[in-house]
């Protein structure tokens, strides 16, 4: 039977909060998961089994935050949309690695708050910012976990007026992150894909790779920043396919990337062939030239939301929502 943990009715119509799952070398399961719980207020609750899943604890909030609503205008109108915690979780043993958007007061803006537990999560440390830019906002986030504990997080950024990827890396055995670089500026003027979520992942020397929906002369492909151990600042981008999908808005649907094999794997969703379909690309650590092909061609419907993952053999998992016809 599955294990259900309540909501509140103010999350029965919420489709954009996401729960998050990770599971630590010694086989313990932990979910962290938001809900509004007040008419100004979301938690964060994480609930952990310890014995590979019979069992899970009584959810606890992790941390609490404001609801930072961002207005902007759109063919004339006002819109009003309310930023969510969208929160990420990385385990190793008993320590646990939390990052979520926090609501500064007075709605003044958007930090990308971390903390970490030393406890399977029964305790938090006091929560501090990612990001140090003044006018920094970052949506659309990322974490992972590095070769020798290193963490990384990765966000699009308005501070230019135009979104933009970021990444900021907190060094193995370091407590605070260093300062954010800029993974790539985009198009003059334009930036790069406004609205679809980033995805960070280490090599095993450290190396860092962040994915990103770029633009490129009205083609919204899947691309890639690197940047390598003690660099000032990303190479690239590295287009994972180029010229392949033009398109004239955001698809809310980002990349998904993993480093097995000597190889950097991703996979995404475009709609090239005139409706959305998922891709699967692999390339050299030291090219970034990617062989790319579709998952799954034979499927009649479309296809969305691809997610990629790695065990502890190498293997490839891919999991992606797919309709029927």
């Known amino acids: 039977s599955p294990f259900r943990f309540p909501l509140s009715a103010a999350d029965a119509k919420d489709t954009l909060e996401a729960p998050e799952l990770a599971v630590a070398t010694d086989g313990s399961v932990h979910l962290a998961f938001a809900s509004q719980t007040a008419d100004a207020e979301r938690t964060l609750f994480l609930t952990s089994s310890h014995d590979r899943g019979a069992n899970f604890s009584i959810p606890r909030a992790a941390a609490k935050s404001g609801i930072f609503k961002s207005v902007s205008q759109m063919k004339g109108k006002e819109i009003t949309r309310e930023i969510r915690l969208v929160p990420h979780l990385a385990a190793g043993g008993k320590t646990l690695a939390l990052s979520w958007i926090?609501?500064?007061?007075?709605?003044?803006?958007?930090?990308?708050a971390f903390a970490e537990s030393t406890d399977s999560g029964s305790t938090f440390s006091t929560p501090t910012s990612v990001n140090a830019g003044a006018k920094s906002r970052p949506t659309f986030t990322a974490m992972a976990v590095g070769p020798n504990g290193e963490l990384a997080c990765s966000w699009l950024d308005n501070r230019g007026r135009n979104q933009a990827p970021y990444a900021a890396v907190?060094?193995?055995?370091?407590?605070?992150?260093?300062?954010?670089?800029?993974?790539?500026?985009?198009?003059?003027?334009?930036?790069?894909?406004?609205?679809?979520?980033?995805?960070?992942?280490?090599?095993?020397?450290?190396?860092?790779?962040?994915?990103?929906?770029?633009?490129?002369?009205?083609?919204?492909?899947?691309?890639?920043?690197?940047?390598?151990?003690?660099?000032?600042?990303?190479?690239?981008p590295f287009p994972v396919e180029s010229h392949?999908?033009?398109?004239?808005?955001?698809?809310?649907?980002?990349?998904?990337?993993?480093?097995?094999?000597?190889?950097?794997h991703a996979v995404w969703m475009d709609a090239r062939s005139g409706r959305p379909r998922c891709y699967y690309g692999s390339a050299p650590l030291d090219t970034l030239n990617f062989d790319t092909r579709e998952i799954d061609a034979s499927a009649p419907g479309t296809q969305g939301n691809a997610k990629l993952a790695v065990d502890a053999t190498g293997g490839l998992h891919l999991v992606w929502e797919e309709s029927l016809g």
């Open 102 to 112: 926090d609501a500064l007061p007075q709605n003044a803006g958007v930090r990308l």
């Open 170 to 236: 907190r060094p193995a055995g370091a407590t605070a992150f260093e300062p954010e670089s800029l993974v790539y500026a985009g198009e003059p003027g334009k930036g790069t894909c406004p609205c679809c979520p980033t995805a960070v992942c280490f090599g095993p020397d450290g190396t860092l790779y962040v994915a990103f929906r770029n633009v490129d002369d009205g083609y919204r492909d899947i691309a890639i920043g690197r940047k390598k151990p003690g660099a000032s600042q990303f190479e690239g």
């Open 244 to 264: 392949a999908w033009k398109f004239d808005g955001c698809p809310h649907d980002g990349a998904s990337i993993a480093v097995a094999n000597g190889r950097l």
